[in-house]
């Protein structure tokens, strides 16, 4: 026979888990605008019913149910979304970063203007003909060397402006590291909290929710896979439990970086044997030049030339600069490298053919045009060697204060002889191949000097331009895959008010109940039982 009281029971549990409810709908609406959020429910269900089977059963028509109870308190979240959304989350990273960096060497190289160093490269040239037409004229002489002083102040500006702003992304290589660093550590902390919840029967929602941002800050960073791990003896955890993160670091297409014995690369470890640890991430770089090698976690060494497309990190060093089989690459080095190039195979020519002319007072000149401060030549011409001889470049200060020895003409260098003159302004459409100094022009050098520098800025346009497209489709899709997260993860105000409304009318029911069955064993217990009196 069942208790008397049986339904008082029934009803207190209905206010509890009620009550329950509303405190988790509230819960939900504090942290409707909370970053990183998950929105959570009380998953209910039914408790076990009256009578259990057994031979002692009370004989009623049927089991009666005892009312409800809450089986865990889950927030919502989708995981198929995380995944996708870190996945894009590494290529915006890694093309914002990539175009920041190129639209600041745009600005710097600021083609097409009349700042630029084509501008000014044309305004020599056009002085060189104005010398040829006038080789005595001395106000036509100081304009070559004034002009050619504004090439050099060119070079030297663009050199010392890339420089520049490659030892920022040197300085942002050391932040982000330290950056990723931090998080990891920081997940650390978490999984170490979250193994000592959740093996008591609890879930840690607020604790996923802090984890989960932490993730997807570093997805932006670097490319990582993340694996649940649950271990084998782990307490009285709920099947629903997330258990411990472990994170790989991956390829730009998600394979794993593996070491000599087929090990992955974890920047946070957990295993099914409950054990944990992190890894630092650190950058190596070439103790000569300084550009990046590779990136090790402390045991393992990725090789540089693997580590490509792969969130904000890389692309910073892509731009700052890395060293390959002892080659130096990067957006910033090959500028350098290219702009050096250029400036030391037109002033080689240059030089040489400015020492075969004459002067105005028709000596042989013999001197250079343009020379590197502080460089001594090797034979006739500068070496390629010096990097930094876009910073160097300079008019030769004889030629700047005495225009006069500027070596307008050749042979016999009588006065209005200018067929030197003419010679180092058709130099503006003569082929590389064409050049006395041809011999020692780096290899891949084609053209004119005017179209080499073309092709240098046209690659640059190129890169660019690639890197705003695959930016904007990024972030394109980032929206799109955040959006769709959101819809699920996100706390909806209107829904959580209808919520409310339901558990409370839930709530006031199950009180109402309990006020019948009170006013039913008022009945039985003073009501009954005074027949007669």
Not at 223 to 252: C, D, H, Q, S
Not at 470 to 475: G, H
């Amino acid at each position: 026979m069942r208790s008397t009281f049986f339904g008082l029971e029934t009803a207190k549990r209905g206010m509890t888990i009620h009550q329950t409810a509303l405190n988790v709908t509230g819960h939900n609406i504090s942290n409707a605008n909370t970053t990183g959020y998950t929105r959570q429910r009380v998953n209910f269900s039914t408790t076990l019913p009256y009578p259990s089977v057994g031979l002692n059963r009370p004989d009623i028509p049927g089991q009666l149910g005892t009312g409800v109870k809450a089986e865990s308190i889950q927030r919502i979240r989708d995981q198929f979304a995380d995944v996708q959304y870190r996945e894009q989350n590494t290529k915006f990273g890694y093309f914002n970063s990539l175009n920041e960096s190129l639209v600041k060497m745009e600005e710097i190289m600021n083609e097409p203007s009349d700042s630029s160093l084509q501008y000014t490269m044309e305004q020599f040239w056009n002085s060189l003909q104005t010398l040829s037409a006038n080789s005595e004229n001395t106000g036509a002489r100081a304009l070559v060397s004034a002009n050619g002083q504004m090439v050099a102040d060119a070079y030297n500006y663009n050199y010392n402006s890339l420089t520049t702003i490659q030892k920022d992304l040197n300085s942002e290589i050391d932040v982000v590291a330290r950056e990723v660093n931090e998080l990891i550590t920081r997940l650390a902390e978490l999984n170490q909290q979250i193994s000592e919840i959740e093996p008591a029967g609890l879930l840690a929602n607020d604790i996923y929710d802090t984890r989960d941002l932490l993730v997807d800050e570093l997805s932006s960073l670097v490319n990582i896979k993340v694996t649940k791990v649950r271990p084998t003896e782990y307490g009285n955890a709920l099947p629903i439990a997330e258990g411990l993160y472990n994170i790989e670091l991956v390829n730009k297409d998600g394979s794993s970086y593996t070491d000599a014995n087929g090990n992955p690369i974890n920047l946070l470890s957990a295993d099914i044997d409950g054990n944990q640890g992190y890894s630092q991430l650190t950058v190596n770089r070439d103790p000569n030049t300084n550009l990046v090698t590779g990136i090790s976690d402390g045991s393992h060494t990725i090789d540089i030339s693997d580590f490509t497309k792969t969130g904000e990190l890389s692309a910073i060093i892509e731009s700052y600069g890395y060293m390959v089989n002892g080659e130096k690459h990067g957006h910033y080095p090959e500028m350098i490298n290219d702009l050096n190039n250029l400036l030391i195979t037109f002033a080689n020519e240059f030089n040489a053919v400015h020492r075969e002319g004459h002067t105005l007072n028709g000596g042989q000149s013999g001197e250079d045009f343009f020379v590197l401060e502080g460089i001594t030549k090797t034979g006739d011409n500068y070496s390629y060697d010096v990097p930094n001889a876009s910073q160097l470049i300079k008019v030769n200060q004889n030629i700047v204060d005495n225009p006069s020895q500027l070596a307008a003409g050749l042979g016999n260098g009588d006065a209005g002889n200018n067929i030197n003159a003419q010679r180092l302004a058709n130099l503006k459409t003569l082929d590389f191949t064409q050049y006395m100094t041809s011999a020692t022009v780096p290899n891949g050098m084609t053209g004119t000097a005017d179209s080499y520098y073309a092709g240098i800025i046209g690659k640059l346009g190129v890169i660019s331009r690639s890197a705003e497209l695959n930016k904007a489709n990024a972030d394109t899709m980032l929206a799109t895959v955040d959006q769709r997260r959101k819809s699920v993860t996100s706390v909806s105000l209107d829904e959580e008010m209808v919520d409310m409304v339901r558990f409370q009318h839930a709530y006031n029911a199950s009180a109402r109940n309990i006020t019948v069955v009170d006013e039913m064993l008022d009945r039985i217990i003073n009501g009954m039982g005074i027949v007669g009196r």
